[in-house]
């Protein structure tokens, strides 16, 4: 069985010879496990591609998860120079004085822009608003002050050829083997980098109808993003929509604010003949139903106490019925902290927990951060045999008997 099959199967909560493996790894994890510099990484999709391909088969990945745009093959038209430091990191300066910094070890892009600031409530107008893509060229981006001609334009202009060039890389490079997911930014994750997280949730407050009229905006674009990502052959798209959890708004306001948006976005994906499936970091562990009403197809993360509230048995007892679980290994005290045989230990616990009637896929909850020893994730495809063979022994066992 190919891991395309296989996570397509665990998604339906098919049977599958083993439970698939897949996780989101940090930006700053590929920069130090890969030859890739940061420059190449960041902007261009050749890089970003060779990262994402290369890792998935170091570590035996049954999928990819593309989680950044295709980016123009004539960027450089824009860059004055780039400079190199000693310790690997690089800078971007570009003709426009803004400048990036490419760190060589972790995955924060500073990013710097003059005279920039987060719009007003009112000098947003919900009809200018399509889709607001926070990773800009130059890093995290106030998206007010970007792509502001597709506004006036038709609704094409939003998406040049260029921004799928990384999904069609990697579609190439790995074949149909490999089960290639897209990334789409929730609308409400777009009204939290549109003002900033303290003034949008002001806003949800102070002024709830034109909060309601900028998501079914962003809902329209997100949803248009993920067909067109499903038109490029993706096996499934991620929704990000990691500001929805307890640690942000309550579930009264997940209803109102999240609930009917994502669940167009899903809608629509659905009809491109694609399966959908949600990340919402951290506490989450009570609004899992209403995560279900949407109308996905999975929930990605699943974070565990301490950096979150989902008892992987409980969840599958609500919902586990209804979506398919992805994540539920704490990514920090887990993968980054602990040896490699620990690591097995709790990935066949969390096997034993999630497997049962299918659906699950082995995989740290949220980003693998940069620094996790490599060899930590090279054992959960290891656990994920030793598991499913397991299994084979005892049902041999029974049928002896």
């Given amino acids: ?48 591609a060779r990262a994402l391909v290369t890792l998935q088969r ?33 800078t971007v300066y570009f003709r426009n004085g803004d400048t990036a910094r490419c760190p060589a ?20 107008d919900p009809d200018l608003l399509y889709y607001d893509d926070p990773h800009a060229l130059g890093g995290l981006k106030y998206p007010f002050y970007f792509g502001l001609e597709p506004y006036r334009a ?15 890389l990697v579609r190439r490079e790995a074949g149909p083997s490999v089960s290639v997911h897209g990334e789409i930014f929730s609308p409400f994750t777009q009204l939290m980098e549109l003002f900033g997280y303290e003034q949008a949730l002001m806003y949800l407050i102070d002024e709830p109808e034109k909060c309601r009229a900028i998501l079914a905006a962003y809902a329209q674009g997100a949803a248009d993003l993920g067909v067109r990502q499903a038109e490029h052959g993706v096996d499934a798209v991620l929704i990000s929509s990691a500001f929805a959890g307890a640690g942000f708004i309550s579930p009264r306001q997940y209803e109102q604010f999240v609930l009917p948006y994502e669940a167009e976005v899903v809608e629509r994906i659905h009809a491109a003949g694609v399966p959908v499936y ?20 999975g929930i990605d993360t699943l974070d565990p106490p301490p950096l979150g509230s989902v008892d992987l048995a409980d969840a599958k007892r609500r919902v586990g019925d209804r979506v398919f ?3 539920n290994i704490d990514p920090v005290n887990t993968l980054l902290a602990k040896s490699r045989e620990e690591v097995r230990r709790d990935a066949l616990w969390r096997l034993s927990v999630g497997s049962p009637g299918g659906g699950y896929i082995l995989s740290s909850a949220c ?22 063979a397991g299994l084979g022994a005892s049902a041999e066992r029974a049928n002896s008997l």
Wanted: proline share 7%; hydrophobic share 35%; net charge negative.
């Fill in 1 to 48: 069985m190919t891991g395309q099959e296989r996570i397509r199967r665990a998604m339906r909560h098919e049977p599958v010879d083993r439970v698939p493996v897949m996780c989101q790894l940090a930006i700053g994890h590929y920069l130090l496990n890969t030859d890739v510099s940061p420059v190449d990484l960041w902007f261009t999709s050749e890089g970003f």
């Fill in 58 to 90: 170091r570590y035996r990945f049954d999928g990819i998860l593309i989680n950044l745009p295709g980016r123009d093959p004539d960027w450089m038209r824009h860059v004055a120079r780039i400079e190199t430091a000693p310790d690997g990191s690089q």
């Fill in 105 to 124: 070890d972790d995955n924060v892009q500073h990013f710097a822009a003059a005279g920039r600031r987060r719009p007003t409530i009112d000098e947003v």
């Fill in 154 to 168: 038709e609704r094409s202009a939003w998406w040049p050829d260029y921004l799928f060039r990384t999904i069609d």
């Fill in 278 to 297: 949600t990340h919402t970091c951290g506490d989450i562990g009570d609004r899992l139903e209403l995560l279900a009403d949407t109308g996905i197809d």
């Fill in 325 to 327: 679980f992805k994540g």
């Fill in 367 to 388: 980003s693998v951060s940069p620094r996790v020893p490599p060899e930590n994730l090279t054992v959960l495809v290891e656990a994920s045999e030793a598991f499913a």
